[in-house]
Structure formats: structure tokens, C-alpha cells
């Protein structure tokens, strides 16, 4: 069994920035496509980025161009640096693999304020 542990969210002001990390607990992030999603209250999670073994990466229309996704093999983490935040980014985010496979995890807050 995978946990995935998310961290880095926060409340920040519109134009902001937020680097988020995701944990695997076990060796997991070299081996597999991954993803960061995210969730706004009453929906459900939706694609933001991902990012593919050999590094190559796509991004959701709304955050080209201000979110990057990366990954630290060695640290089996993944990462997602978010510049010029948007209210409309407010949502719990979470990673997982790409296409989903394993429980989420708790995900991590990230609240953009007007």
C-alpha cells in the first residue's frame, strides 16, 4: 500500500505564489506517471498537471503557464511551484499517479484570496 503525504498549501493573496510537495512512501515516483489534482468543495478531483517518466508534462488550460510540476527521484517527492495565484485555485490538492491508481491522501488546503 502507497501513502501519499501532500504538504505546502496555504492561504495566500491573488498574484501569490505556493510550492507544493508530495511524499510517497515508498519508491513509487521514478517508476510511475504522476499527477497533482485538485478539488473545490462539491466536485470532484480534476487534473492540474502531470508529469511522465521521462519528464515530459502537461498542464490543465487554467494553470499554463503559471504552475510547473517536477520531481525528485531520489527524494521520491513531486512537486508543484504555483505563481500568480488565482481565487479560482482555491482547493484541496492532492497527487496521485497518472491516470489515478492508489487512495488519496489527505491532500493539502490552498486558499487564494481576492
Known amino acids: 500500500q502507497v501513502q501519499l503525504v501532500e504538504s505546502g498549501g496555504g492561504l495566500v493573496q491573488a498574484g501569490g505564489s505556493l510550492r507544493l510537495s508530495c511524499t510517497a512512501s515508498r519508491r513509487i515516483v521514478s517508476l510511475n506517471d504522476m499527477g497533482w489534482y485538485r478539488q473545490a468543495p462539491g466536485k470532484q478531483h480534476d487534473l492540474v498537471a502531470h508529469?511522465?517518466?521521462?519528464?515530459?508534462?502537461n498542464y490543465a488550460d487554467s494553470v499554463k503557464g503559471r504552475f510547473t510540476i517536477s520531481r525528485d527521484n531520489a527524494q521520491n517527492t513531486v512537486y508543484l511551484q504555483m505563481n500568480n495565484l488565482k481565487p479560482e485555485d482555491t482547493a484541496v490538492y492532492y497527487c496521485?499517479?497518472?491516470?489515478?491508481?492508489?487512495?488519496w491522501g489527505q491532500g493539502t488546503q490552498v486558499t487564494v484570496s481576492s
Open positions: 496521485n499517479a497518472y491516470p489515478t491508481y492508489w487512495d
Open positions: 508529469i511522465r517518466t521521462d519528464g515530459s508534462t
